[in-house]
DNA sequence: CACAAACAAGAGCACTGCTCTTGCTTTGGA
DNA sequence: TCCAAAGCAAGAGCAGTGCTCTTGTTTGTG
């Protein structure tokens, strides 16, 4: 039954004036999401506590779980909004260059994770970091979590002309998950083209996650001009031309 | 009591013929962050208790604080230790394939990192995930985490030959990093070589973070052959040939 | 209007990290 | 050899946590 008037309250959310007790809720729940959020940004997700956001709220740490059946459930909201956060930042990024050159989209798209992870190196962990109530993320976070790798893909798929892409025969290991990943992925891409995309999918995170979590401190201290020049390696990894940066050789 | 006492009374290994109360303290040491570690295995680092470790041994939970001051303080401990382990597993495999091709070397200690992270992945989480504290890791862990890294550079050292690596000159912006960056970590190498190195660095890691914490759930299968392929890839780009496989071109 | 659902509040449980005090045991130097 | 000092285990206790259950009150709707 929560769950039939929570559907509704979504649904209908913005249009109609529900009940004031409907909007009350989708209140409630935003200060709350809102204050953890601001409690995540100042001591970490291990110190986020339900108590302290009720009681930053003015209300009784009971009268919260009417909003947030666990810290767990809470903790998920933050991690789906998270994803959706970083999303919307990498597609406006696009959006700004979108008549550029591929290679320049995809280096701005790069950037602009690199940036709002800098920018919320907490949200980040959440999401990029160790999982943190100790299971995976529940399927709900699903379609979040894939707008950048679509993103990315979508560069790639625009600027693909099948031509001087494919460096490397896949081996023989590889070909039947190859052509599954493409079929699922991006079906009017060769699988070759895919597969180094995943990889520079996750790659891309890697160099995020190193400054974020702090693993570039003593090694690496230009670190925005690192990671402009690793994005552009990356971009040309896949397939995209660079023009004129760097020089590329060949 | 039981299990300290009996762990006191059974192995008596160092050297050092200090006093039996020194020697009982290293075992009782050793005793906790074992049992820690069991319990960081079992329900991941949020859940890892002072006052479960101190029970399982028989002891009581204000004793413990006797031998780590603080939760955060055995967990450092753990960290290092995890960082130690990872470098022996990546040293041993690089001992394993020390007469192969460097290609080979690269691709195997990429593996064995990932086996590694694969067979434990909370304490991969520890040291490869969001820093738990709070605070990033205290600089006492940095020579441990160090290892897996120094052991990367040193197979490309060895490997180097100064002809036919350096595809992408160094854009301006990054060139005197990169000369500060090869004078720190391997004066003998050049800079455009150590900052693809770097780069690739992180890049494995990245690879090893999206299958340990999930995000290949629902895209990549048979992450085996995904990650041995993306391995090779990675030791192409730092300058490495990988005779027999795949094929190379150009 | 009346009723059932939604809600706030409080008490309470079992747990956590951590401190302080109380005694006992081991140790190293006089 | 003896004795103070240091190391140690144990217990009580504090403030905090997630979560549950019960008790009343408010509110939208049949």
Same mark, same amino acid.
């Given at each position: 039954m929560c769950a039939v008037l929570c559907l509704c309250g979504t649904l209908l959310r913005m249009s109609t004036p529900q009940g004031a007790r409907a909007r009350a809720r989708t209140e409630v729940t935003a200060a709350i999401k809102d204050e953890a959020r601001r409690q995540l940004a100042a001591e970490g997700a291990a110190k986020l506590s339900l108590r302290a956001v009720a009681r930053e709220l003015g209300m009784v740490s009971s009268a919260l779980y009417r909003y947030f059946p666990s810290r767990d459930e809470l903790l998920t909201a933050l991690i789906i909004d998270a994803y959706d956060s970083l999303g919307e930042a990498a597609e406006a990024a696009y959006a700004k260059v979108s008549g550029e050159s591929p290679a320049r989209q995809w280096v701005a798209v790069c950037e602009a994770v690199r940036e709002w992870a800098l920018a919320r190196p907490h949200e980040y962990a959440l999401i990029y970091g160790s999982p943190v109530p100790g299971y995976s993320a529940p399927s709900t976070t699903v379609p979040a979590a894939a707008r950048v790798g679509l993103l990315l893909i979508g560069i790639v798929r625009d600027a693909y002309?099948?031509?001087? $892409?494919? =460096?490397w025969k896949l081996p023989a290991e590889l070909r039947p998950e190859a052509r599954r990943m493409a079929e699922d992925l991006a079906p009017d891409l060769p699988p070759e083209v895919v597969v180094v995309l995943i990889g520079a999918w996750a790659q891309l995170f890697g160099l995020v996650n190193f400054e974020v979590f702090g =693993?570039?401190?003593? $090694?690496?201290?230009d670190r925005g001009a690192f990671f402009r020049h690793a994005a552009g390696q990356l971009a040309h990894h896949v397939g995209l031309v660079y023009p004129r940066s760097g020089a590329k050789e060949r």
């Open positions: 002309q099948d031509k001087g $892409v494919a =460096q =693993q570039f401190n003593r $090694v690496v201290e």
